[in-house]
């Protein structure tokens, strides 16, 4: 988590410049990005560009290091932080009491979640939407230009300028890689070929594999008396 390891970090060198340049690196989402960054926080600050080198492994807090295959960018832990806060009732009671609250709580909430979805019309989840039309926004600021066999070159209003391959689902910036839903250079190219974004978002994300996800039945259980 990112913000734990901040916390580790302020002790010794705090404000809020190298706060800002922290989640900067941290959010970097490919290597060259990085570096830069890092050659300038050097500039800036040696000793906390030292306490980084000597004290974190990029691999697990910055998004250039990370692997694309789970298709998640996250940087803090509010998965478990969520967990833990659907537990806390759990977990004042004995080993078997805690278990059943568990799994009368699980049980509930995935027929919930089924029945939920199943009422739902659109082929993508709708918080996924929601970042889509983000992602449509901020591509207004680039400009799409076609290179042939699926290639286009994405260029940004500050001179930024990034390679999209709609075949292969990939952009140089590595986000769409990383996350599964379209950069906003992507989406750029995307709109350029007047093809719906919807369709170039990871399966994953899709109601067929939330449905998929919540398949699986907790069955009931009978009491001791039977």
């Known amino acids: 988590c990112v913000r734990h390891m901040y916390n580790n970090f302020k002790k010794q060198h705090s404000g809020l410049a190298l706060n800002d340049r922290i989640w900067s690196l941290a959010r970097a989402s490919y290597k060259n990005l990085f570096v830069a960054l890092m050659m300038a926080l050097k500039e800036f600050n040696e000793g906390a560009f030292k306490w980084l080198v000597d004290n974190t ?6 998004r250039a290091y990370f692997r694309t295959s789970p298709k998640c960018d996250i940087l803090l832990n509010n998965l478990c932080e969520s ?21 009368l709580y699980l049980m509930a909430r995935m027929e919930t979640k089924r029945e939920w979805m199943r009422k739902y019309s659109g082929s993508v989840c ?58 906003f250079h992507a ?16 399966e994953c994300y899709s109601k067929k594999a939330y449905m998929r996800a919540y398949e699986p039945i907790i069955y009931p259980l009978n009491g001791e008396h039977l």
């Open 187 to 202: 989406m750029s190219v995307i709109a350029l070929t007047k093809e719906h974004p919807e369709s170039f978002v990871h």
């Open 57 to 62: 492994t990029p691999q697990y807090w910055v």
């Open 126 to 183: 709708p918080k996924i939407l929601k970042k889509l039309e983000k992602v449509k926004n901020a591509a207004s600021g680039c400009i799409a230009t076609p290179s042939g066999d699926w290639f286009y070159e994405g260029r940004c209003m500050y001179g930024d300028r990034y390679s999209v391959n709609l075949a292969s689902r990939t952009c140089s910036c590595r986000r769409w890689e990383l996350n599964g839903i379209p950069c």
């Open 83 to 103: 967990f833990n806060s659907s537990i806390l009732e759990a977990r004042d009671r004995p080993i078997l009491g805690m278990l059943e609250t568990i799994r």
